[in-house]
């Protein structure tokens, strides 16, 4: 079992930025891809970014360029460092992880943190 918590939400305005932190503890797989996944009100969840256990990373299209996902040396932590965020950006983060493979379905993620409000203001 692989537990996560997430930290590091909160609120900020149009063009700030915040970083999302994602603990992993209990037994970690070598072969494990971790992904942030975030979820609106009235919208469906969907992936924002996920890295593989090689360290290959994928974004959403709508993140690129704006967003880097990324973990300590000992793969234990989860970040995802978020620049020029926009009100859109507004969603439930939640930190997830999976064996073997990435992918950005979320029905394959086995594990999820509590997940991190984000607020941005226009």
């Known amino acids: 079992q692989v537990q996560l918590v997430e930290s590091g939400g909160g609120s900020v305005q149009a063009g700030g930025s915040l970083r999302l932190s994602c603990a992993a503890s209990?037994?970690?797989?070598?072969?494990?891809?971790m992904g942030w996944f975030r979820q609106a009100p009235g919208k469906e969840r969907e992936a924002v970014a996920a890295?593989?256990?090689?360290?290959?990373?994928s974004y959403r299209d709508s993140v690129k360029g704006r967003f880097t996902i990324s973990q300590d040396n000992a793969k234990t932590t989860l970040y995802l460092q978020m620049n020029s965020l926009k009100p859109e950006d507004t969603a439930t983060y939640y930190c997830?992880?999976?064996?073997?493979?990435?992918?950005?379905?979320?029905?394959?993620?086995?594990?999820w943190g509590q997940g991190t409000q984000v607020t941005v203001s226009s």
């Open positions: 997830a992880a999976k064996r073997l493979s990435c992918s950005f379905a979320d029905s394959q993620f086995a594990y």
């Open positions: 209990g037994y970690i797989p070598s072969s494990l891809c």
């Open positions: 890295i593989d256990s090689d360290g290959s990373r």
